[in-house]
Nanobody, 125 residues
Framework: QVQLMEYGGGSAQAGGSLRLSCVVS????????MAWFRQVPGMEREGVAA???????PYADSVKGRFIISKDNVKNTVDLQMNSLKPEDTAMYFC???????????????????WGQGTQVTVSS
């Protein structure tokens, strides 16, 4: 059974950093596209960053230059390093796994088949 478990959420001051980690079971991060999404209550879930089989890493414009997605093929984890945090980064963050190695639209929610339960990130000004 595929499981994705997020860790590392919490609170930070604006300008600070947090690191999220997604531990994946029964599914290889090395051969499938993986991503982080976020959602604010009442809003659509939006793609933040993705990493595919060839380590291509597209980012949403809102986080480009501040967030870094990475994966560890041995530990089977996907991390999101979040720097220079802003209050507008406050959201529930979700790890996601797709069934393919790549995607022409990697930040699109429908490209992903498996989801974690989410971890809350709160940034105060």
């Amino acid at each position: 059974q595929v499981q994705l478990m997020e860790y590392g959420g919490g609170s930070a001051q604006a300008g600070g950093s947090l690191r999220l980690s997604c531990v994946v079971s029964e599914y290889s991060v090395s051969t499938h596209i993986m991503a982080w999404f976020r959602q604010v209550p009442g809003m659509e879930r939006e793609g933040v960053a993705a990493i595919d089989r060839d380590d291509l890493t597209p980012y949403a414009d809102s986080v480009k230059g501040r967030f870094i997605i990475s994966k560890d093929n041995v530990k089977n984890t996907v991390d999101l390093q979040m720097n220079s945090l802003k209050p507008e980064d406050t959201a529930m963050y979700f790890c996601a796994a797709g069934s393919r190695a790549w995607s022409f639209d990697p930040l699109r929610k429908s490209e992903y088949d498996y989801w974690g339960q989410g971890t809350q990130v709160t940034v105060s000004s």
